[in-house]
């Protein structure tokens, strides 16, 4: 399993980049696949000969999710999709016919080939979360059978179900109180769920944590600055009592393991 260095940082930002202004849905990881896809002529074939054709050109779904039959002049072959991925007969004729499960109705068809797992991946392609439900920052994308690893944001967690980094009390398998290792006080709990509570993190005057629904979700203030309980806000660190203490140590710290 290959783990992204500081030097892929820039690359995993503009993927997180991406996929946050495709709107709710990852469909758009479609656009990437004609340069992680195999192209047309090195998929599998079930067996050689023709197959009927509902139309003279296109492709056409079969009974099996993960196959389709591609017919040219009247001429149809039954090709089946790299593992992992399924035939999206909503594709535009010249895109790339397979897809992830996300975007995929496979409604009636439900049989796939078998699974090609490799050492690091279920199957050849896909994305799949790292991690117990208290470890759920990470994820990898599995390609061609080779995993590459990426880690979500601070406070996101990886969302199986919109292969997206989202806040940890929005993925089911998540424990988001494990995860960012907070826990709502009873406080928060007499507020209504329109509103919300702040708490300061115990551990680090920068970050603060907001409960909705009595589930925490972290933020950070950024270099400089800390959360002011007083204000329920971001302030100049030197506003904060006590904070710049703790700001050096952590800034001292952080340097020395940058240096490592």
Request: charged share 20%.
């Amino acid at each position: 399993m290959l783990k992204m260095n500081k030097s892929s940082l820039c690359g995993f930002l503009l993927f997180i980049a991406f996929t946050l202004t495709q709107g709710q849905r990852f469909a758009t990881f479609n656009s990437r696949n004609s340069q992680s896809f195999p192209n047309s002529q090195q998929f599998q074939q079930q067996q050689q000969g023709s197959f009927p054709c509902p139309e003279k050109t296109g492709r056409f779904p079969t009974a099996q999710c993960d196959s389709y039959i591609e017919c040219i002049d009247g001429v149809g072959e039954e090709k089946f999709c790299p593992d992992g991925l399924l035939f999206n007969a909503l594709t535009n004729p010249l895109a790339f016919p397979c897809q992830y499960p996300i975007d995929v109705d496979c409604v009636g068809r439900t049989t796939t080939q078998p699974a090609q797992p490799t050492e690091d991946c279920p199957h050849q392609y896909g994305y799949y979360k790292i991690g117990d439900e208290a470890n759920c920052g990470q994820f990898k994308n599995c390609v061609a059978g080779r995993a590459f690893t990426f880690d979500c944001p601070e406070g996101l967690a990886f969302n199986e179900e919109s292969y997206r980094c989202d806040w940890p009390d929005q993925v089911q398998s998540c424990n988001a109180e494990a995860f960012l290792g907070f826990t709502c006080p009873p406080e928060a709990k007499t507020f209504a769920p329109s509103e919300y509570k702040y708490f300061r993190s115990p551990n680090d005057c920068q970050r603060y944590f907001i409960c909705i629904e009595n589930k925490p979700r972290l933020y950070n203030c950024g270099e400089g600055q800390a959360f002011n309980d007083l204000t329920n806000s971001c302030d100049g660190i030197e506003n904060v009592t006590g904070c710049l203490p703790q700001y050096n140590q952590n800034y001292d710290q952080s340097r020395r393991n940058f240096r490592v």
